[in-house]
């Protein structure tokens, strides 16, 4: 069955980097567009990024641009999230998401949390 | 950024209650809506895509309706298992967009 695992949270100290990775299965990982959501403790939904099924395009939310970036290894069935410049209110759970044309973020991760604090 | 605006923020109901959350667009967006529900501590879970089309395996007193800027989730008759919180989510153009969130509670 489809399965989405991230992994790669934890505590981190403001301004430090952070790469998150979310390990697919079950499905065709190389035909399908990946998002990345979080949800802040308490709050709601916020997309982040999105990597096209071959990686040759993406796209941030505009508070992460130029801090936040997204990959993808289509040999490894493996995407990933490496975080910069990290700031309090990154803190958040991070999800990954697949997504194949018209039919958006079908199946998620159960999250990874990353806790920005000195 | 296309700004989704859903409402209302929280609402009490009881089972078998019919119950409408709205999301509206700040422009045009067709049909592109999608509905998610996330209950505490789980990841959410696709129910409805372009407005109105029903995920696989959701029961079918969830539906969707709307275009252009005003868009409806409804439960028909709700069930115990269906208080948690929904999002709607703009799949329109980049940046995404998600609603604020209504969070449905027992009365």
């Known amino acids: 069955q489809v399965q989405l695992v991230e992994s790669g949270g934890g505590v981190v100290h403001p301004g430090r980097s952070l790469r998150l990775s979310c390990a697919a299965s079950g499905f065709s990982f190389s035909n399908y567009a990946m998002h990345w959501v979080r949800q802040a403790p308490g709050k709601g939904l916020e997309w982040v990024a999105v990597?096209?099924?071959?990686?040759?395009?993406?796209y941030y939310a505009d508070s992460m641009k130029g801090r936040f970036t997204i990959s993808r290894d289509n040999s490894k069935n493996t995407l990933y999230l490496e975080m910069s410049s990290l700031r309090g209110e990154d803190t958040a759970v991070y999800y990954c998401?697949?997504?194949?044309?018209?039919?958006?973020?079908?199946?998620w991760g159960q999250g990874t949390l990353v806790t920005v604090s000195s | 950024a296309i700004q989704m605006t859903q409402s209302p923020s929280s609402l009490s109901a009881s089972v078998r209650d019919r119950v409408t959350i709205n999301c509206r667009a700040s422009q045009d967006i067709r049909d592109a809506v999608a509905w998610f529900q996330q209950k505490p501590g789980k990841a959410p879970k696709l129910l409805i895509y372009a407005a109105s089309t029903l995920e696989t395996g959701v029961p079918s007193r969830f539906s969707g309706s709307g275009s252009g800027t005003d868009f409806t989730l409804t439960i028909s008759r709700l069930q115990p298992e269906d208080f948690a919180t929904y999002y709607c989510l703009q799949d329109h153009s980049y940046p995404r967009t998600f609603g604020q969130g209504t969070k449905l509670e027992v009365k």
């Open positions: 998401a697949r997504e194949m044309l018209g039919l958006p973020l079908d199946s």
């Open positions: 990597i096209s099924y071959d990686g040759t395009k993406y």
